[in-house]
């Protein structure tokens, strides 16, 4: 199994940043994809950034510029720095972790809140 703990979500004024990490741990396999998904009320969960092993990552056009997907493969860890937050950034924020050798498999963190005022 692969567990997914996340933190660094909280309540930050327009324009302010914050930096959310998700430590996975368990059966891990090097070869993965790690990102970050959110999911605001009324919502559809959607992709916010994605990071590959091999090096790769990608963003959502509504963050692009302003938020970084980073890992560190040592510590197992992904982040996402997000700066310049904007109300509309206001949702439940979800870490993902896909093995990508057989059996292909997806987890899910238990969500932080990330809360932007006007």
């Known amino acids: 199994q692969v567990q997914l703990v996340e933190s660094g979500g909280g309540s930050v004024q327009a324009g302010g940043s914050l930096r959310l990490s998700c430590v996975v741990s368990g059966r891990i396999s090097s070869i993965n994809t790690m990102g970050w998904y959110r999911q605001a009320p009324g919502k559809q969960r959607e992709l916010v950034a994605g990071?590959?092993?091999?090096?790769?990552?990608n963003y959502a056009d509504s963050v692009k510029g302003r938020f970084a997907i980073s890992r560190d493969n040592a510590k197992n860890t992904v982040y996402l720095q997000m700066n310049s937050l904007k109300p509309e950034d206001t949702a439940v924020y979800y870490c993902n972790y896909r093995r990508m050798t057989p059996p292909v498999t997806t987890y899910w963190g238990q969500g932080t809140q990330v809360t932007v005022s006007s």
């Open positions: 990071s590959t092993s091999g090096g790769i990552t």
